[in-house]
């Protein structure tokens, strides 16, 4: 069984650039979900996407906007990079809608804005 | 608004020692706890997942406890090992629609050989 993948690992970017991060779900897993984790603090939620669907949303801007493709599979964009934009974000997959699994989470993008 | 709280933020024990890491959150209306372990600079591994109508769930020298009525869970580690330095997140999920994991800040465990 594949785990959750994500590209690229580690990844630096200037301010007011775009970035997009890639997840694959693990199989057999409908519903991914995007975390963004500074240092030394725990995860944040993003949103989630169900069956294409964005179906929850944490305390994000809009610049922060997301894709679920039929595989199942997810991208995370990120536009007009910020500083305070630099992070490990972590994407999760499970099963079903999402909110009642076990989720499963990726090695992480780390993502660093000069 | 859900808060989680794990204190302390750091904790070294020598090898061989039986540890309990503590978890608190604010809002009791959960619909499960999930205990992850987190190595420098990587991703979650899910250790442990206990639905809010159980009380506890084990995992070889892991078991987690849950008291929602408290707001509380621990993790016990038996016997540990240097290869169980890791941070460790806990995250709970609120009853309702569209309801998100909340984490913890973590506790980063250091066990010396």
């Known amino acids: 069984e594949t785990g959750v993948t994500q590209s690229p690992t580690h990844l630096i970017k200037t301010r007011g650039q775009q970035v997009t991060l890639r997840c694959s779900s693990q199989s057999g897993h409908n519903t991914v979900s995007w975390y963004q984790q500074a240092l030394g603090q725990g995860p944040q939620f993003i949103f989630q996407y169900y069956r294409e669907e964005e179906n929850g949303r944490g305390n994000f801007p809009p610049r922060f906007s997301g894709l679920q493709f039929p595989n199942y599979s997810s991208e995370l964009n990120v536009n007009a990079l910020e500083l305070d934009d630099s992070a490990l974000y972590l994407c999760a997959s499970s099963r079903g809608t999402g909110y009642t699994g076990e989720l499963f989470f990726g090695e992480g993008s780390r993502l660093t804005v000069l | 608004k859900q808060e989680v709280t794990q204190i302390p933020a750091a904790l070294s024990v020598p090898e061989g020692e039986n540890l309990v890491l503590n978890c608190s959150f604010t809002?009791?209306?959960?619909?499960?706890l999930q205990w992850f372990r987190q190595d420098p600079g990587k991703g979650l591994t899910s250790l442990l997942l206990?639905?809010?109508?159980?009380r506890e769930q084990t995992s070889g020298r892991l078991n987690a406890s849950l008291d929602k009525s408290s707001g509380r869970s621990t993790l016990y580690i038996a016997a540990s090992q240097p290869g169980d330095s890791a941070t460790y997140l806990c995250a709970v999920r609120r009853t309702g629609a569209n309801s998100k994991l909340t984490f913890g800040k973590g506790i980063t465990l250091s066990v010396r050989p």
């Open positions: 206990i639905q809010s109508s159980q």
């Open positions: 809002d009791s209306a959960i619909y499960n």
